[in-house]
T-cell receptor
């Protein structure tokens, strides 16, 4: 199975509500990243949290990391229709100079106007 | 702004054809990556390169090769395209290690092999 697995696979909410997505992983990590992908496009980096951090904020995004449970969550507050996208977590398991990421299968978020 | 471009957004090829997918980044990044993305499987790493003329296999290199003759350009080659290579192909780049660990992605190439 994937190093990173998102849960749920799909989520539908109303505009203004909060959206929470979870990511679980299997091995020790250096950091964990969240990316967004709009339909048929490339991925865009949202936020990076390091293994020694527990929580991080960026605008309407809040990410938590629990290394003891090997899990992370992404919270989007006050969602907007423009937040409709797929969200992926990615874990950095590389050593040295090459940072190889392993991506999960994604959560598809639909925000209804 | 970092810009990663891919030569085609959509590509249709026939089984057995040789296919070239080109990726160019304009930020002098050392590392470049090729992924394929399939429904239910997420992104899977095909090959990556951490320097000119250097390459390393990712998780699914079979049926693919790569070329990195210049720092800004990373090409993915399907020597003899097959229908199971129909997929979305994403290129990414990143600076060498350190705190700059974000990957910057191109818009993707959707390849259909008939």
């Amino acid at each position: 199975s994937q190093q990173g697995e998102e849960d749920p696979q799909a989520l539908s909410i109303q505009e203004g509500e909060n959206a929470t997505m979870n990511c679980s992983y299997k091995t020790s990590i250096n950091n964990l990243q969240w990316y967004r992908q709009n339909s048929g496009r490339g991925l865009v980096h949202l936020i990076l949290i390091r293994s020694n951090e527990r929580e991080k904020h960026s605008g309407r995004l809040r990410v938590t990391l629990d290394t003891s449970k090997k899990s992370s969550s992404l919270l989007i507050t006050a969602s907007r229709a423009a937040d409709t996208a797929s969200y992926f977590c990615a874990t950095d398991v590389g050593g040295g100079a090459t940072n190889k990421l392993i991506f999960g299968t994604g959560t598809l978020l639909a925000v209804q106007p | 702004d970092v810009k990663v471009t891919q030569s085609s957004r959509y590509l249709v090829k026939r089984t057995g054809e040789k296919v070239f997918l080109e990726c160019v980044q304009d930020m002098d990044h050392e590392n470049m990556f090729w992924y394929r993305q399939d429904p239910g499987l997420g992104l899977r790493l095909i090959y990556f390169s951490y320097d000119v003329k250097m390459k390393e296999k990712g998780d699914i290199p079979e049926g693919y090769s790569v070329s990195r003759e210049k720092k800004e350009r990373f090409s993915l080659i399907l020597e003899s395209a097959s229908t199971n290579q129909t997929s979305m192909y994403l290129c990414a780049s990143t600076p060498l290690g350190g705190a700059q660990e974000t990957q910057y992605f191109g818009p993707g190439t959707r390849l259909l092999v008939l």
